[in-house]
C-alpha cells in the first residue's frame, strides 16, 4: 500500500487535499459495491473489473453543517489507471494496473480560498490538471474538467457545456458530472468533504443526463425528427408544384415528383450513416453536415462543401422571406377584392411585409441553438399541413366546381409560349420540384438532435426519413395535381397567392397567416446550422473576447417564467442580426418567387442531396472502385448533375427575363 499525493489546481486558486489510498493488487482491480441510489442521481450496478477495463472516478463534494445554496458544479474524469497515451487523445490500457479506493477523504483546509463560491468572485475556468501517483512502475492520471461557481447547480449551463465537450475532445471518452455544494458551517468557515466511488463504465457509456460524449442527454425522437423534416420540407414549395406540373403535364409531372422523392430518400439514408465514423452506435459523432465531410472526404472538397451549404442556407432564407412577404401580402389583397371587387389591381408593394417578416425573424434568431426551437418545429409543422390542407380543398372544390379535370399530358401548349420558352420553363419546374425536397443540408443537425442508441441514430434517422418523404409526397402529389387539375395550364406560380381563389375569402387568409407561420418556423431550421457555425468560428478564433464569449442575464419577467433569465450574447444579437438585415434587403432586390426556387432548387440539389452524401457513403462503407454498387451510386450522382445543370440554365433564364421590366424595392404584386 502506497500513499498518493493529489493536488487539485481550481482555477487560479489552489487547493490541497490530504493523501488518497490507492493499493496495488496483482494488476486486478477489486470488486466494487456501489451506491444503488447515488446522490448525483445515476445507478450503478455491482460489477468486478479486469486489466482491459478504462475505469473513472466520480468525485462529489457534500455540503456539511449549515444551509447555503449550491454554488458549483465540476466535472471529473479518470484516465485508465496504468499507461495511457494522453498525448494523442488516446487511452490505451496496458499491463499495469492500480486499484484505487477511497471513502470518506479529510476535507480541504478550511481556508478562504473557497471564496470562488462568492457571487463577485468570477475567475476564468479552466481546465484543471490533477495527476496523481500510485507507485514508480504505474503512471496513472486523472484530469478533471471544472466549471466556475454557477448561482445553481445546474446542468444546464453553456459554460459547463462547453468545458465538458473540451476535456471530451482531449480524451475522447465519456464524462459524468458531479455537484459541488459549498455551505457554510460554524463561525462562517466553509464545511466540506469529498467522497470518491470507483466504478467501471465502458468507453461509450453515458450518464443519466449527459451522452457518451459529454454533451446534455438529446431527448430528440423519431417523431421530432419528422416533425424537423416536414418543417423543413413542406414549405413555399410544395405551393408552386401546381405551376411546376402545368408545365410538365400530367405524364412527366407525377413521374418527376416520384423520381425526386426516391432520390432524397435514398442519398438522405446514405447521409444518415455517416452521422458516426466507424460503428454506428459507439463511433465518433458528426455533429453537422460539414463535420460528416471533413471525416470522410478531403482537400478541396470540405471547402467546395462548406461553401455550397451555407449558401444555399443564404439563398434559402432569401426565398422564405419572399414567400413569406407575398403571403402577407395576399391577405391584405384578398380583403381588397372582397370589398372593392375583383375588377380593382389592389397593387401593393411587398416590401413593407418583407421588413415585417425580418424583425420577427431577428427576435426568433436569438433562440441559441438547434435544441430549444423543437416546439417552434413542431408548430411549424401543423401550419405546413394547415394551408396545404385547405390549398387540396380549394383544388377539389375547384375541380367539382369546373365539372372536370383541367390540362394535358404534356404540359402548356407550344403556341400558348414559344418554343424555347416552353423548354426553360419545364427545366425550371425540375429545379421547383427539387427545392421542394431539399433538406439534407441540415438532417445531420437534426439527427444530432435524436436521443439514442439504443437503436442506433441513423436506424431512427432512416425511420424519420421514411416517415417524412413519404407523407410530403403524398401531399404534394394531392396539392400539385388538384392544383393542376383546377386550373390546367393557366396554375398560378403559387396556388394561394397566385389568386386562382378569391374566396372564401377569410380561408385564404387563414392559409397565408399558415404559410407566414410556417416560414419563420423553417427560416430558423435552416439557418440554425449557420448561425451555430459562424459563431463556433468567432469562438476559437477570440476566445478571450468578452463580447464573443460573454454572456449577460435578462431576466424573463413575463408571468410563467419562474424565476428565470436568458443569456444574451453580445455576439449573437448584432450577428443574427445583420444576417436577418442583409436577407432582408437581398430580398427586395430580387421578389421573383418562382425564379428564385428553381435556382436555389438546382444548385442545392446536386451537390448536397446527391453528391456528397454518395461519396462519404462510398468512404464510409469502404465500397470498392468498379463494383456494381460503385458503378450505380455514381450513375446516380451524374444523372442528378446533369438535372441540377439543365434546371439552373432555366431559373437563370426566367431572372434575367423578369429583370428587365423590374424596379428595385418598388415590386407590386
Not at 459495491?33 to 473489473?49: A, K
Request: aromatic share 12%; charged share 15%; glycine share 8%.
Amino acid at each position: 500500500m502506497s500513499a498518493c499525493k493529489a493536488r487539485l489546481l481550481w482555477g487560479p486558486i489552489t487547493i490541497s487535499t490530504p493523501p488518497l489510498m490507492a493499493l496495488a493488487d496483482n494488476h486486478r482491480m477489486p470488486r466494487v459495491r456501489p451506491r444503488r441510489h447515488s446522490p448525483l442521481g445515476y445507478y450503478y450496478s455491482p460489477t468486478e473489473s479486469n486489466t482491459t477495463s478504462t475505469h473513472r472516478t466520480l468525485f462529489r463534494r457534500e455540503q456539511k453543517g449549515g444551509g447555503g445554496e449550491p454554488v458549483f458544479f465540476a466535472l471529473f474524469e479518470l484516465c485508465f489507471l496504468g499507461r495511457a497515451n494522453i498525448e494523442k487523445g488516446e487511452l490505451r490500457p496496458e499491463e499495469t494496473s492500480a486499484k484505487v479506493t477511497g471513502y470518506k477523504m479529510a476535507p480541504p483546509p478550511p481556508q478562504s480560498s473557497l471564496t470562488l463560491a462568492s457571487p463577485a468572485s468570477q475567475p476564468r475556468a479552466e481546465l484543471a490538471a490533477f495527476e496523481f501517483h500510485a507507485d514508480s512502475s504505474s503512471c496513472s492520471r486523472l484530469i478533471p474538467c471544472v466549471a466556475q461557481h454557477l448561482n445553481t447547480c445546474s446542468s444546464s449551463s453553456s459554460l459547463v457545456d462547453h468545458l465538458r465537450r473540451r476535456l471530451y475532445k482531449l480524451l475522447q471518452i465519456s464524462l459524468f458530472e458531479c455537484c459541488a455544494e459549498m455551505g457554510m458551517g460554524q463561525n462562517g468557515v466553509t464545511a466540506a468533504a469529498m467522497e470518491v466511488t470507483s466504478v467501471e463504465l465502458g468507453h461509450t457509456a453515458a450518464s443519466k443526463c449527459y451522452d457518451d460524449d459529454g454533451r446534455l442527454k438529446r431527448t430528440g425522437t423519431m417523431w421530432t425528427a419528422s416533425a424537423h423534416i416536414i418543417t423543413a420540407v413542406i414549405g413555399s414549395g410544395v405551393l408552386s408544384l401546381a405551376w411546376a406540373i402545368a408545365q410538365l403535364g400530367w405524364v412527366a409531372g407525377p413521374a418527376v415528383m416520384l423520381l425526386f422523392s426516391f432520390v432524397t430518400y435514398y442519398t438522405s439514408a446514405l447521409l444518415a450513416d455517416c452521422y458516426r465514423s466507424g460503428d454506428e452506435c459507439t463511433g465518433k459523432r458528426n455533429y453537422t453536415y460539414m463535420d460528416a465531410v471533413n471525416a470522410n472526404l478531403s482537400g478541396i472538397k470540405v471547402q467546395i462543401c462548406g461553401f455550397l451549404q451555407y449558401a444555399n442556407i443564404v439563398g434559402v432564407a432569401i426565398g422564405y422571406t419572399i414567400a413569406a412577404s407575398i403571403s402577407m401580402l395576399a391577405i391584405k389583397k384578398a380583403n381588397c377584392y372582397h370589398v372593392e371587387g375583383h375588377s380593382d389591381p389592389c397593387s401593393i408593394s411587398s416590401t413593407p411585409y418583407m421588413i415585417i417578416f425580418g424583425v420577427a425573424e431577428i427576435f426568433f434568431s436569438q433562440i441559441p441553438d438547434f435544441d430549444q426551437i423543437s416546439w417552434l418545429s413542431i408548430l411549424a409543422a401543423v401550419m405546413s399541413f394547415t394551408y396545404s390542407t385547405i390549398g387540396l380543398g380549394l383544388g377539389i372544390v375547384q375541380v367539382v366546381t369546373n365539372k372536370g379535370i383541367q390540362g394535358s399530358l404534356t404540359g402548356i401548349s407550344v403556341g400558348a409560349v414559344t418554343p424555347l420558352d416552353k423548354v426553360w420553363r419545364s427545366l425550371q419546374a425540375f429545379g421547383d420540384i427539387a427545392f421542394a425536397y431539399s433538406y439534407s443540408l441540415i438532417l445531420i443537425e437534426i439527427q444530432d438532435t435524436i436521443r439514442a442508441p439504443p437503436p442506433s441514430e441513423s436506424k431512427v434517422m432512416r425511420r424519420a426519413t421514411v416517415v417524412s418523404v413519404a407523407v410530403t409526397t403524398l401531399f404534394y402529389m394531392l396539392c400539385g395535381c388538384m392544383g393542376y387539375a383546377a386550373f390546367g395550364d393557366g396554375a398560378p406560380g403559387n396556388l394561394l397567392t397566385g389568386f386562382g381563389f378569391y374566396e372564401p375569402f377569410w380561408l385564404l387568409d387563414v392559409a397565408n397567416a399558415a404559410i407566414v407561420v410556417h416560414l419563420v418556423g423553417a427560416y430558423q431550421v435552416y439557418c440554425q446550422p449557420l448561425f451555430a457555425f459562424v459563431e463556433k468560428w468567432a469562438n476559437q478564433r477570440w476566445p478571450k473576447s468578452r463580447y464573443i464569449t460573454g454572456e449577460v442575464d435578462v431576466p424573463l419577467s413575463f408571468s410563467g417564467a419562474g424565476g428565470r433569465c436568458y443569456k444574451l450574447n453580445l455576439f449573437r444579437l448584432t450577428w443574427r442580426t445583420a444576417f436577418v438585415v442583409a436577407t432582408t434587403v437581398v430580398s427586395m432586390l430580387l421578389p421573383f418567387f418562382n425564379d428564385v426556387v428553381g435556382l436555389l432548387g438546382a444548385l442545392g440539389f446536386w451537390p448536397l442531396t446527391v453528391y456528397f452524401p454518395v461519396e462519404m457513403y462510398i468512404v464510409q462503407k469502404k465500397v470498392p472502385r468498379w463494383s456494381t454498387r460503385w458503378v450505380c451510386l455514381q450513375l446516380l450522382s451524374l444523372a442528378c448533375l446533369i438535372i441540377t445543370i439543365a434546371s439552373a440554365a432555366g431559373s437563370v433564364a426566367g431572372i434575367i427575363s423578369d429583370l428587365k421590366v423590374y424596379k428595385p424595392f418598388v415590386t407590386t404584386y
